[in-house]
C-alpha cells in the first residue's frame, strides 16, 4: 500500500475487520430534525468495541503485520480512543502492548487501556513530543509503531465506516466527521469519493485548533501553535502529512465550531437521543448549530459519533451547564 488508501484497500479491510468488529447501525434523529431542517441521522461509533471507531483501523493494521514481525509487541500514543483499540487488538492477537497517554487524559480511557492488558505510560508534552518518545521506545523494544493517523492501513480501516454508511443508507447526501489527525476523514473521504462522488463529506474541526481549515484557507499546509479545546480527542494543531493531500482532494467543506456549541451539541444528544458522546463527537451537530452547514429541506445528513469515552464527572459538569 502506498502513503494513501484507495477504495481497493478499505474493501479489503472490510473483509479482513468484519469478523471482529460491530457493524454499528444507522440511527435517526427525528427530534433534532425541525430544529434543522433537514433529516438527521447517526453512525454510532459510540456502540463500537471498546466505545471509539479507532478499533477499525488498529485492527486492521495489526492483522496486516506478519505474525513474526507483530509478536515482539505494539506501541503508540493516544489521547485513549486509539490507545483502547490498539490494547484491543493486542490482546486479540495474544501480543504485548504500550501506550503513551498524555498526563491529562480522561481517567476512564487510562483506565481502559490498562484494563484490556495494555502497558500505560503517562508522558507530559503534545503529540509530537509523545511520538517522538514512542519511536526511542520502539528502537529498544522492537515493538512495531502503530500511528492513529499517519498510517494508510489505519486509515483503510478508519474507512470502512464509509463503506457502511453507503450500504445501509444508500440515498445519503452528506456525511460529516470530526477532525483530529485526520485519519478518520482520510478514509472515510476516500471510501465515499472513490464509490458515490457526488455525496458531500464535511469535516468538523475545533475552533481552537483549527490547523485543517488554516491550511486550506492559506492554502499550504500549515502548523499551529498548541490551543486547549473540550474535544480533547481532536487537540492536535499540527495536520497529518499522509492525511493533508487526500483531505484536500476529497473534503468538500471544513467547518469550525465552537467549544461552546460543541457543549451544547452534547446536551442535545444526551436529551433528544438519549446517547452519551464525548466531545468530539458531538462536534458533527455542532456545526449545524454554528449555522454555517448549509442544508436543504430532506437533505440526508449522517454524521459519524466517533466515541463515547468520557469520565463521567466532566461529562455531568457539561450537561449541568
Known amino acids: 500500500m502506498s502513503e494513501y488508501p484507495v477504495i481497493s484497500d478499505i474493501i479489503e479491510a472490510k473483509k479482513r475487520i468484519s469478523p471482529y468488529i460491530h457493524h454499528t447501525p444507522i440511527l435517526r434523529c427525528e427530534k433534532m430534525e425541525s430544529y434543522f431542517g433537514c433529516e438527521i441521522y447517526f453512525k454510532p461509533e459510540i456502540l463500537q468495541i471498546t466505545g471509539a471507531f479507532k478499533i477499525r483501523g488498529a485492527l486492521n493494521k495489526a492483522l496486516s503485520i506478519p505474525p513474526e514481525i507483530r509478536q515482539r509487541g ?70 512495531v509503531p502503530v500511528h492513529a493517523f499517519e498510517d494508510p492501513t489505519v486509515m483503510a480501516g478508519q474507512g470502512t465506516i464509509g463503506l457502511e454508511i453507503l450500504e445501509d443508507l444508500e440515498d445519503v447526501d452528506t456525511v460529516i466527521v470530526p477532525m483530529g489527525g485526520g485519519g478518520l476523514i482520510s478514509g472515510i473521504s476516500t471510501a465515499i469519493k472513490e464509490t458515490k462522488p457526488s455525496v458531500r463529506v464535511i469535516g468538523a474541526e475545533p475552533a481552537m485548533t483549527p490547523k485543517y481549515y488554516e491550511s486550506r484557507k ?25 492525511p493533508y493531500p487526500i483531505i484536500e482532494k476529497y473534503v468538500d467543506e471544513i467547518i469550525t465550531v465552537s467549544d461552546d456549541n460543541i457543549k451544547e451539541a452534547m446536551r442535545m444528544i444526551a436529551r433528544d437521543e438519549k446517547l452519551i458522546v464525548e466531545p468530539a463527537s458531538a462536534i458533527c451537530i455542532g456545526t449545524l448549530l454554528e449555522g454555517k452547514l448549509k442544508v436543504n429541506e430532506g437533505e440526508k445528513v449522517c454524521s459519524v459519533l466517533s466515541g463515547g469515552n468520557w469520565d463521567l464527572d466532566a461529562l455531568a459538569e457539561i450537561y449541568a451547564e
Do not use: C, F
Request: charged fraction near 20%; avoid cysteine; hydrophobic fraction near 40%.
Open 74 to 143: 505494539l506501541i503508540a500514543t493516544s489521547s485513549g480512543n486509539h490507545a483502547q483499540g490498539l490494547a484491543y487488538a493486542a490482546r486479540m492477537l495474544g501480543v504485548k502492548a504500550i501506550i503513551v497517554l498524555p498526563a491529562d487524559a480522561p481517567k476512564l480511557k487510562i483506565e481502559n487501556t490498562k484494563a484490556l492488558g495494555a502497558e500505560a505510560i503517562l508522558y507530559d508534552g503534545n503529540t509530537a513530543a509523545r511520538w517522538k518518545y514512542v519511536y526511542e521506545l520502539a528502537e529498544k523494544t522492537g515493538y
Open 218 to 242: 492559506r492554502g499550504e499546509y500549515t502548523a499551529l501553535p498548541d490551543a486547549y479545546t473540550v474535544a480533547d480527542g481532536l487537540r492536535l494543531s499540527v495536520p497529518g502529512k499522509n
